[in-house]
């Protein structure tokens, strides 16, 4: 499966951002999709997981109760609503595919990734 996040862009402290994951073919709906991000300088996080039917989902705790991760598995697409945003989110956002369903935050379980879209939080 190949991966494409887009709606990056640049917004003020306590406003709100939803990116977008499209992925090509027709086993989306057989992945667990997670967001991960990566800031200048720092190492790559876990943000979010979303199982393959929607149900489970698991998040950071620094975005837990303002992040929200959905799926559309008719459009083959995932989100990740961003509200209440701070400048420590200030990072690029990838999206990634886990065919084994596991709901975890450690990258190396996920077997596709997409290229990201920078998030810049200005205070």
């Known amino acids: 499966v190949q991966l494409q996040a887009c709606g990056g862009g640049l917004v003020q402290a306590g406003g709100f951002l939803r990116l977008s994951c499209a992925a090509s073919?027709?086993?989306?709906?057989?992945?667990?999709m997670g967001w991960f991000r990566q800031a200048p300088g720092k190492e790559r996080e876990f943000v979010a997981v979303i199982s393959r039917s929607g149900i489970t989902t698991y998040y950071a705790d620094s975005v837990r109760g303002r992040f929200t991760i959905y799926r559309d598995n008719a459009q083959n697409t995932v989100y990740l609503q961003m509200n209440s945003l701070r400048p420590e989110d200030t990072a690029v956002y990838s999206c990634a595919a886990d065919r084994a369903n596991t709901i975890v935050a450690t990258a190396s379980y996920y077997d596709h990734w997409g290229q990201g879209t920078l998030v810049t939080v200005s205070s």
């Open positions: 073919g027709r086993t989306f709906s057989s992945y667990a």
